[in-house]
């Protein structure tokens, strides 16, 4: 039976790929996605989200709910300076793409009650959605089956600050009441997990580039404008932490170790704001979380090629733009 999941996304870059994965692999059934505020302008995330399910062919058919367009304390600060826009310039026709009127967090907690111990929820954005819905109805959080979220390094390098991992910076105060609400929770992290296997190079791009499909045109369009970035900071090819996160959640065995840890967030400190604590079972601190330490790198990037072979029917005509 297709895993039932929520994406809740700041929709950018790799998101779209975790989204693209969610509404077109048979193993998942994506019943909604939920919008938070991150990566770039809330209203552009939305846009992208929706440029995403088109070149799906898949429009209008998963629910988009718009949830908090910032963090629960701090000002937003988003990423442009690595996403631009977040889609490579695309745009299209917005004529009528509906968003639904049910708030994200209001989506989230009614989606997992109607179906208690069921749906998985991948969160790879800031996890102020995640945190409201918790904080705003005791049940969520046994009525939610697995949640898997992309957040942190794992006593490694953070990618903002030193300490830091974006997602879990930007929201701090959210991170650190999901990881002590209860959730059944698995990380993805930042560091060294994505670093050392979720990094597409120039050659795996140019083998993606040689199937010629609209969602490989795609994928390349939105990925490759945050190439120049990586590039500059010492990182060889395009990220991908948000699609590996949906695609662990489909496919588990693609996790080659993993391990238990009690994680916790640092909310206090300016200079490691969003440090994430990761104790691995020597400090007397109960686990809350399994973090996944790593995968198989050449089957994940299988996975994202094979489906960017796929051939679909984009509902509308793509506008170039920049
Ligand atoms: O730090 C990586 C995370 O922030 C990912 O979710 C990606 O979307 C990025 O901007
Ligand atoms: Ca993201």
Redesign the pocket.
């Known amino acids: 039976m297709p895993t039932p999941l929520i994406i809740d996304?700041?929709t950018?870059?790799?998101?779209c790929v975790a989204i693209l994965m969610g509404a077109l692999s048979d193993e998942a059934d994506l019943r909604a996605i939920t919008m938070v505020g991150?990566?770039v302008d809330f209203d552009r995330q939305v846009e992208n989200a929706h440029m995403t399910l088109n070149v799906a062919g898949r429009l209008g058919e998963i629910p988009i709910h718009l949830g908090c367009r910032r963090p629960l304390v701090r000002p937003w600060e988003s990423?442009e300076n690595?996403?631009g826009d977040g889609a490579g310039g695309l745009s299209m026709d917005f004529t009528d793409c509906a968003v639904e009127p049910e708030h994200g967090v209001q989506a989230l907690i009614r989606l997992v009650a109607e179906r208690p111990g069921e749906i998985t929820i991948v969160a790879?954005?800031p996890l102020t959605n995640i945190a409201m819905a918790s904080t705003l109805d005791p049940t969520f959080v046994q009525n939610v089956d697995r949640l898997i979220v992309?957040a942190g390094s794992n006593n490694a390098r953070g990618?903002?600050t030193a300490a830091a991992?974006?997602?879990v910076w930007v929201d701090p105060d959210a991170a650190k009441i999901v990881f002590g609400a209860g959730f059944e929770i698995t990380v993805v992290p930042?560091a060294p997990l994505?670093l050392d296997h979720a990094v597409f190079s120039r050659d795996q791009l140019a083998e993606i580039e040689k199937i010629g499909t609209p969602l490989s045109e795609f994928f390349l369009r939105v990925c490759l404008a945050t190439l120049e970035f990586d590039e500059s900071v010492g990182i060889p090819g395009t990220?991908h932490?948000?699609s590996l996160?949906v695609s662990l959640a489909l496919e588990p065995d693609l996790a080659t170790a993993a391990g238990r840890y009690h994680v916790d967030v640092e909310a206090d400190s300016e200079l490691t704001r969003g440090y994430t604590a990761m104790s691995w079972g020597v400090h007397g601190l109960e686990p809350n979380a399994t973090v996944i330490e790593s995968v198989d790198g050449d089957r994940f990037y299988r996975r994202i090629s094979d489906m960017l072979a796929r051939e679909t029917t984009p509902n509308r005509p793509f506008l170039s733009g920049s």
């Open positions: 996304t700041d950018a870059q790799d998101d991150g990566n990423a690595v996403h790879i954005g992309m990618n903002i991992e974006f997602n930042w994505t990220t932490p948000d996160s």
